[in-house]
């Protein structure tokens, strides 16, 4: 069972300089000129290591240099290039085109690091039926047919490679990011591909809020605001629930950036990660979190400004979730879950975490790292 791998080179430059996304060269360098570095490469590497640790010296088919190469051999295996871009910039047409080319050249998994945009590509050069499956890498990630995270996806893969998984059907959901900086996301379907399947370890798509939630919505967002102490710094994350929490305050924030609001105003709206630094240094602060409706992320998925450092920063308790009832219903007993880049700051964030879904009423919810959520034979599944 043939494994082979594609790498968005700019996979989720734009998520720490506030940008919502890294589709399109302006955006790419507007964020390399706020400080955004790309993670697709260093992703695909945390997920080949445990492909390697199953399976050393695999080969596994990829394409050349930082689109596959690079992070093949970075995790102690051997490279089968077979494709190279003509360009010395890639493309989307090179995603698909590498695609294309894993599948010709004996590919059984197409593994794919990178985010929405980067799945859509990847389906578009397959053709249909093809496994795949996303290591999560970008801004966005509302489709399902991505592992919870870079281990997830290597421990997939070695699965894969011993011809011991089932496959199911995932949606693969894009969005226009320019709608969704202006306040209007609207995900759209564009394909359904089979991905390999194991309990705790894909990822759902994102599941919309309901119209008959929305008083739901308020009221958590009423009860968040009653718990925001004076002299206070918080970040509030990206996402429906907390832009509500932002009206609730009377302030214009931004519904999928990272706004900093101390004493009820805002001192500083759609903050990059170096922003949001530099505007807690020294002071109590706490970011204010909601949950991803269908998937459980708090932390890692879309609100990649609330970066490793920033989160380590605020201190022994640096999160206020607040969400729904019902997204936590929803979730059928599975955790939250936190995938900030960091495993060993994800480690200290497990455990359980309050969650506020009313003025007076709140939840003791457990919250797992993504890393470690369990899979089917496990040892802590016995």
Not at 251 to 262: H, K, R, Y
């Amino acid at each position: 069972m043939s494994v082979g791998l594609v790498v968005n080179p700019l996979a989720g430059i734009g998520g720490p300089a506030g940008l919502a996304g890294s589709d399109g060269a302006a955006v790419q360098r507007e964020a390399l000129r706020r400080g955004g570095r790309p993670r697709g490469s260093s992703r695909a590497v945390e997920a080949l290591r445990v492909l390697a640790a199953a399976h050393p010296g695999a080969e596994v088919l990829t394409a050349a240099g930082a689109m596959g190469e690079d992070a093949v051999r970075e995790a102690g295996l051997v490279a089968r290039v077979v494709y190279s871009s003509p360009s010395t910039s890639t493309s989307p047409d090179d995603t698909a085109r590498a695609a294309a080319a894993l599948h010709g050249a004996g590919a059984t998994l197409v593994l794919f690091a990178g985010g929405d945009g980067t799945a859509r590509d990847v389906a578009r050069g397959l053709p249909s039926g093809v496994p795949v499956l996303g290591i999560p890498a970008g801004v966005k990630m509302y489709s399902g047919c991505f592992a919870v995270a870079p281990a997830a996806a290597g421990a997939l893969a070695a699965s894969w490679t011993d011809g011991a998984l089932p496959t199911m059907e995932a949606e693969v959901l894009d969005l226009d990011e320019e709608r969704m900086r202006a306040g209007r996301p609207d995900p759209r379907l564009f394909a359904l591909v089979p991905v390999p399947s194991a309990p705790g370890r894909t990822q759902a798509r994102k599941a919309a809020t309901p119209a008959s939630e929305r008083e739901a919505v308020h009221r958590a967002a009423t009860g968040a605001a009653a718990r925001m102490l004076p002299g206070v710094r918080y970040l509030l994350g990206p996402g429906g629930t907390t832009a509500e929490l932002g009206r609730v305050l009377g302030l214009d924030t931004t519904p999928l950036g990272v706004d900093v609001v101390e004493d009820g105003r805002l001192v500083a709206g759609d903050v990059t990660a170096d922003q949001a630094l530099a505007a807690i240094d020294g002071r109590p602060a706490q970011a204010v979190v909601t949950v991803i409706g269908g998937q459980g992320f708090v932390l890692g998925r879309g609100n990649q400004q609330l970066s490793p450092r920033v989160v380590a920063a605020l201190g022994p308790r640096p999160l206020l979730v607040v969400a729904t009832e019902q997204k936590l219903i929803d979730l059928a007993g599975r955790p939250l879950l936190v995938d900030t880049g960091d495993p060993a700051l994800d480690a200290r964030l497990a455990g359980h975490l309050t969650v506020v879904t009313g003025p007076a009423t709140a939840s003791i919810y457990p919250v797992s790292a993504a890393t470690a959520a369990p899979i089917e034979g496990d040892p802590e599944c016995v």
